[in-house]
C-alpha cells in the first residue's frame, strides 16, 4: 500500500514563496506518476502539477512559471517550490500518485493521497 505525506505549507504573504514536499513509501516510486492537486473552499480539487519517473512535468495554466514540481528518485521524495504566490493559490494541497508514466488531469484517476496542507497566502 502507498503511504504519502506532505509536509510543508503554512501562510506566506503575495509575492512570497512555500516549498511543499511529499514523502513517498510502499512501493516502487518509480513505477508512480506523482502529482499536486489544490482544493480551496467552495471548489472542485485540481490538479496543479505534475510529473513523472524521468522528470517530464506538467503545470496548470495558473501556476505555470511561478511553480516547480521536482522528485528525488532516490529520496522518494517529490516536491512544489511555490513562487510569486498569489492570494487565489490558498487552497489545502494534496499530493498524490497514480502507477504510470503519463499525466491524467482527473482526480478519480489517482489512487493514494496524502492527508492534504494548508496554503495560504495574505494580500
Known amino acids: 500500500q502507498v503511504q504519502l505525506a506532505e509536509s510543508g505549507g503554512g501562510l506566506a504573504q503575495a509575492g512570497g514563496s512555500l516549498r511543499l514536499s511529499c514523502a513517498f513509501s510502499g512501493r516502487t516510486f518509480s513505477s508512480y506518476y506523482m502529482a499536486w492537486f489544490r482544493q480551496a473552499p467552495g471548489k472542485e480539487r485540481e490538479l496543479v502539477a505534475g510529473?513523472?519517473?524521468?522528470?517530464?512535468?506538467y503545470y496548470a495554466d495558473s501556476v505555470k512559471g511561478r511553480f516547480t514540481i521536482s522528485r528525488a528518485n532516490a529520496e522518494n521524495m517529490v516536491h512544489l517550490q511555490m513562487n510569486s504566490l498569489k492570494p487565489e493559490d490558498t487552497a489545502v494541497y494534496y499530493c498524490?500518485?497514480?502507477?504510470?508514466?503519463?499525466?491524467?488531469?482527473?482526480?478519480?484517476?489517482?489512487?493514494?493521497w496524502g492527508q492534504g496542507t494548508q496554503v495560504t497566502v495574505s494580500s
Open positions: 510529473v513523472n519517473w524521468s522528470s517530464a512535468t
Open positions: 498524490a500518485a497514480r502507477p504510470g508514466f503519463l499525466v491524467v488531469r482527473d482526480r478519480p484517476a489517482y489512487d493514494f
